[in-house]
T-cell receptor, first 113, second 113 residues
Framework: KQEVTQIPAALSVPEGENLVLNCSFT??????LQWFRQDPGKGLTSLLL?????REQTSGRLNASLDKSSGRSTLYIAASQPGDSATYLC????????????FGPGTRLSVLP | DTEVTQTPKHLVMGMTNKKSLKCEQH?????MYWYKQKAKKPPELMFV???????INESVPSRFSPECPNSSLLNLHLHALQPEDSALYLC????????????FGSGTQLSVL
């Protein structure tokens, strides 16, 4: 059974810092991994999608990497801003159950002005 | 149009009521999902429709009844719910291929009294 964990569970940083969020998964048989952002009481916004054959994806100040063999992904946020405060979730698409995505519990990020 | 639209945004219902949640997308996506999310927890998959046919039912109680009238519309019919069913209900969609991005709506916050 695929299990996804995220470390840390919560993170508080001053504005301007670079930071790394971690996502680990137990079964390397995945199609892809997606990072999402969620504001309280709202839906999930897709940030980056990395296919299993890719090593990284970049969008603006965000960079996500994937090491499928070791079951790890990181989300790097450069020059953090208070508007980045949210919960960040990763989700893997399972190789043997294609329609399903398995979500991690999320990292709650607070960026202090 | 890159949106998944959910209505209503908020819903309060009694345990004897019947209500429906609605989800609509006009991106030509052929897979549509219902997720349930409790506070500070990741989304939990409930149902998946693929090409308008129910492909996954994650052992959801029969008081939740999904319906996919056409390729753009997904409903979730609610009847005789319990207070523990109070949660954020999220609709999502993908194009249908295994490498595609998952798009979420903004959710319906449901309270069962």
């Amino acid at each position: 059974k695929q299990e996804v964990t995220q470390i840390p569970a919560a993170l508080s940083v001053p504005e301007g810092e670079n930071l790394v969020l971690n996502c680990s998964f137990t079964d390397s048989a995945i199609y892809n991994l997606q990072w999402f952002r969620q504001d309280p009481g709202k839906g999930l916004t897709s940030l980056l999608l990395i296919q299993s054959s890719q090593r990284e994806q970049t969008s603006g100040r965000l960079n996500a990497s994937l090491d499928k063999s070791s079951g790890r992904s990181t989300l790097y946020i450069a020059a953090s801003q208070p508007g980045d405060s949210a919960t960040y979730l990763c989700a893997v698409r399972r190789d043997n159950y294609g329609q399903n995505f398995v979500f991690g519990p999320g990292t709650r990020l607070s960026v202090l002005p | 149009d890159t949106e998944v639209t959910q209505t209503p945004k908020h819903l309060v219902m009694g345990m004897t009521n019947k209500k429906s949640l609605k989800c609509e997308q006009h991106m030509g996506h052929r897979a549509m999902y219902w997720y349930k999310q409790k506070a500070k927890k990741p989304p939990e998959l409930m149902f998946v429709y693929s090409y308008e046919k129910l492909s996954i039912n994650e052992s959801v109680p029969s008081r939740f009844s999904p319906e996919c009238p056409n390729s753009s519309l997904l409903n979730l019919h609610l009847h005789a719910l319990q207070p523990e069913d109070s949660a954020l209900y999220l609709c999502a969609s993908t194009r249908g291929g295994l490498k595609e991005k998952l798009f979420f709506g903004s959710g319906t916050q449901l309270s069962v009294l």
